[in-house]
């Protein structure tokens, strides 16, 4: 049985430090594609997610021509919310959380439509889980947090402080 690994992290605001641990992270951990919840900030930080299957989500904060000519270069998908992505057998639902973002990934968590609802924006980890399903806030990778989710439901929180 193979083992799937989903990286999931939002609001990495140009913290170059973070990013940088937090793909190292996921390349030792078997990561097979990564979801980034919006506000990248810097449309060159896409670059280092080439490594990777990735899907942006667009923030507030960021430059929807920028980011999905950076993400073009790298193969990787830049979507306004909200981005619905089947992964090994589990139907996501990403969202940023701004311009109702929140109001619509609490609506997806509960409708049961969805295995995982992932969110970002208010740079608080949130992990709930119900029936099987799962809505996650990473926090903010800006301020180090990130998670690992696995094929069979497991989350891990995470820190860049961890990996120091």
């Not at 670059?47 to 980011?67: I, P, Q, R, W």
């Not at 993400?71 to 959380?97: E, M, N, S, T, Y």
Request: hydrophobic share 40%; aromatic share 10%.
């Amino acid at each position: 049985m193979q083992f799937f690994s989903l990286g999931v992290i939002s609001d990495s605001h140009d913290n170059d430090y973070s990013i940088q641990v937090a793909l190292d992270v996921f390349k030792r951990h078997g990561v097979d594609q990564i979801v980034h919840c919006g506000d990248v900030i810097e449309p060159r930080f896409v670059g280092y997610f080439s490594d990777f299957k990735t899907t942006f989500v667009l923030g507030n904060n960021d430059d929807e021509a920028a980011l999905a000519e950076e993400a073009a270069k790298i193969g990787a998908v830049v979507q306004r919310q909200p981005v619905c992505l089947d992964w090994h057998g589990k139907r996501l639902f990403l969202v940023h959380g701004h311009d109702g973002g929140y109001s619509i990934a609490e609506n997806a968590f509960h409708s049961g439509d969805w295995d995982v609802v992932c969110y970002g924006h208010s740079h608080v980890q949130d992990l709930r889980e119900a029936s099987g399903r799962i809505i996650l806030n990473p926090g903010a990778l800006e301020n180090g947090d990130f998670c690992i989710l696995t094929a069979n439901g497991d989350v891990k929180r995470l820190n860049v402080e961890d990996f120091v």
